[in-house]
């Protein structure tokens, strides 16, 4: 057993967070952003340079997208290049990593589209989970685990609300997809 490593990490880990009031060593997480989705906003229309046929293309973005496009607004880029996607609220955990602690994002559930992918399945609004793999997060007591319990349940109850907007947002694009739209012309 590496028992003599992982008391290492716990002593790194308690070492560099500082003792809440309640005495859990994970007082980071006892207030975890709220995991319910921001209100989409209207979606933003903008236009792009095809850069491989010279001509200017409008593009509506997926409903609620987050992404700042502002290095592919009126730029010349490929179309392929063009996607939008949506992050929601993420949960941070104090994960072991070099001996020491850092915040990670841990499943993070975002909604993204490729309008113009090569894949076609990727032209509707699909989901992409970001996971953590041979990360640990050590040294828990019982209150430290029941305090990640809790903010994962919370996180499970965030990536629900991306389900549900998942559903939403893939219909309003099938229904878009499906009127004859035209988006500055054929390739
Ligand atoms: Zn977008």
């Known amino acids: 057993m590496q028992h003599s490593v992982i008391s290492q990490h716990v002593a790194a880990l308690l070492g560099a967070i500082p003792k ?6 994970y007082g980071l997480m006892a207030t ?3 995991a319910a989705p921001k209100p989409p906003e209207k979606p933003r229309s903008w236009s792009f ?3 491989v046929t010279g001509e200017t293309v409008q593009y509506t973005c997926m409903d609620g997208c987050t992404l700042d496009h502002s290095h592919e607004i009126g730029r010349r880029v490929f179309r392929e290049d063009v996607w939008c996607w949506f992050w929601d609220d993420s949960l941070k955990l104090p994960v072991i990593e070099n001996g020491e602690p850092e915040e990670f994002r ?4 975002v909604i993204k589209v490729e309008p113009w992918s ?3 399945a990727e032209r509707l609004p699909y989901a992409v989970i970001e996971l953590l793999d041979d990360h640990f997060i050590e040294g828990l007591d019982p209150d430290g685990l029941e305090t990640v319990i809790n903010s994962l349940a919370e996180r499970v109850e965030g990536m629900r609300a991306t389900h549900r907007r998942l ?3 893939r219909e309003e694009y099938r229904q878009r997809t499906a009127r004859p739209v035209r988006e500055g012309g054929d390739v």
Do not use: C, Y
């Not at 841990?106 to 559930?109: E, G, R």
């Open 20 to 25: 809440q009031p309640t005495g859990n060593p």
């Open 118 to 120: 090569n894949k076609v």
């Open 106 to 109: 841990v499943l993070s559930t």
């Open 167 to 169: 559903v939403e947002v």
């Open 32 to 34: 975890p952003a709220p």
């Open 49 to 51: 340079i095809d850069r």
